[in-house]
């Protein structure tokens, strides 16, 4: 395999602040970022062109996701809603309010169960929570119900990801504690732990055919596992603590891309450039393949096209880049 990877790069316009999440949609031709500025964006993932976005939340903007058929966009915020937005008008659907800010949400398969991630504050625990979703053509402002189910945590402060299992029976999820659980979603009881490290686990994320699940730790690696058990199948060392990763099917070897950084605390103390790079593995041998580097502090999100031929990368510097292989 080349040591190098040719890429045409884009830099997005639209964020004012840090972005939290990037995610691309099914067929690979639209780009949805949040960020701590209230935005919510989508560009086009072939040109890079700005298409429109998505207001209405009055704080931060922490994740997002979009469902199969890319009707729905859904949207977690600091301002305590989940809002469910049409993806080709832009007009908000629909509000889940819920009691305190909003780390996450995750479309289950069939676009019919919406999961979101709460913290721990005003008395509560952190949690997730399932919603029914009636579907695109019923639903109303007033459609979505109260949780269905509320699976909550165990020992500590903070879930930062979840992902739904390939059949909606179980949710897989990560925080604070180094641990990745399996839930089912009908009991709430917790099917299988697996402690990876002692720092955090920030994100889970499938690669395209389901038979692995990554996780990314402040640990510095990104982690692949089988999903039945949570067992180790490959770990991939970064030079930084990852803050995200995704597996790049790409047409040639499939890599793992990993990015991250130190928090905003120790930047200024790490290195005189603060440039993070986002790190090309490849996935069987484990052997770091290049480096890119294009941000100005920490990178906070990194996606993957389903098709494996771009991938995008959003950073504390409130840039989203889009690199075309």
Not at 54 to 71: E, I, K, L, P
Request: charged share 20%.
């Amino acid at each position: 395999m080349s040591t190098s990877v040719t890429m045409k790069v884009l830099k997005l316009k639209g964020h004012a602040r840090p972005v939290t999440s990037i995610v691309f949609n099914a067929e690979g031709d639209l780009l949805f970022s949040t960020g701590k500025d209230k935005g919510v964006l989508v560009h086009s993932a072939s040109s890079g062109e700005l298409l429109g976005s998505y207001d209405g939340h009055t704080g931060a903007v922490m994740h997002s996701d979009v469902t199969a058929c890319s009707s729905m966009l859904a949207t977690a915020g600091a301002d305590q809603t989940v809002r469910i937005w049409d993806v080709v008008s832009g007009d908000e659907m629909s509000v889940i309010l819920e009691a305190t800010p909003c780390r996450g949400v995750a479309w289950g398969h069939g676009n019919r169960l919406l999961a979101t991630i709460t913290d721990k504050s005003y008395g509560q625990v952190p949690s997730i929570n399932i919603h029914q979703i009636p579907g695109y053509a019923h639903l109303t402002p007033s459609s979505p119900t109260p949780a269905t189910a509320t699976l909550k945590s165990t020992g500590f402060d903070k879930i930062n990801h979840c992902v739904f299992g390939p059949t909606n029976d179980t949710i897989y999820h990560c925080g604070e504690d180094g641990f990745v659980y399996i839930t089912d979603v009908a009991t709430g009881k917790v099917i299988v732990s697996q402690e990876l490290s002692d720092c955090e686990v920030r994100k889970l994320s499938w690669d395209p055919e389901y038979t692995s699940i990554l996780a990314s730790c402040w640990d510095t690696y990104a982690y692949l596992l089988d999903p039945r058990d949570i067992s180790l199948i490959k770990k991939y060392k970064h030079k930084y603590p990852v803050n995200d990763s995704c597996v790049l099917d790409s047409s040639e070897v499939p890599q793992i891309l990993a990015s991250g950084g130190l928090q905003a605390r120790e930047v200024a103390g790490a290195s005189a450039n603060n440039n993070f790079p986002i790190s090309f593995f490849d996935r069987v041998s484990e052997e770091k393949v290049t480096e890119t580097t294009k941000h100005f502090g920490p990178v906070n999100a990194l996606a993957a096209a389903p098709q494996g031929i771009s991938f995008a990368s959003g950073g504390e510097d409130g840039r989203v880049y889009l690199y075309k292989l």
